[in-house]
């Protein structure tokens, strides 16, 4: 399994930018729920956001809640996150991460339960 993380950049607080991740590999992509993690300079990497894996389960930390938004598009083998009304304290590295789960409602939010890792995009907000 690789992923792919892109739409990193530098915004302004209270801006938008949005995450994708692309998946490729073996299996089937609706296998896995997939996560997007963080980590800011400093700080243990913490989680944003899962969707479980075919029928849009969704969780979010209470820091993003009602601003940013998790999706997927399986026939594309990519998930997104939208990130609106962007906060200074949003800078980090984000990370998606994919774990193998047996039912639609399994969404994970601690970073030992995926197994797989995309290499992190850099988002910057600025004032």
């Known amino acids: 399994v690789q992923l792919q993380a892109s739409g990193g950049g530098l915004a302004q607080a209270g801006g938008s930018l949005r995450l994708s991740c692309s998946y490729s590999?073996?299996?089937?992509?609706?296998?896995?729920?997939m996560g997007w993690f963080r980590q800011a300079p400093g700080k243990e990497r913490e989680f944003v956001a899962v969707?479980?894996?075919?029928?849009?389960?969704?969780r979010y930390a209470d820091s993003v809640k009602g601003r940013f938004t998790i999706s997927r598009d399986n026939a594309k083998k990519t998930v997104y996150l939208q990130m609106d009304s962007l906060k200074l304290e949003d800078t980090a590295v984000y990370s998606c991460a994919a774990t193998y789960v047996r039912t639609d409602y399994m969404t994970p939010s601690e970073p030992e339960s995926y197994e797989y890792w995309g290499q992190g995009t850099l988002v910057t907000v600025s004032s």
């Open positions: 969707i479980g894996r075919s029928i849009g389960v969704t």
């Open positions: 590999g073996r299996y089937s992509f609706s296998n896995y729920a």
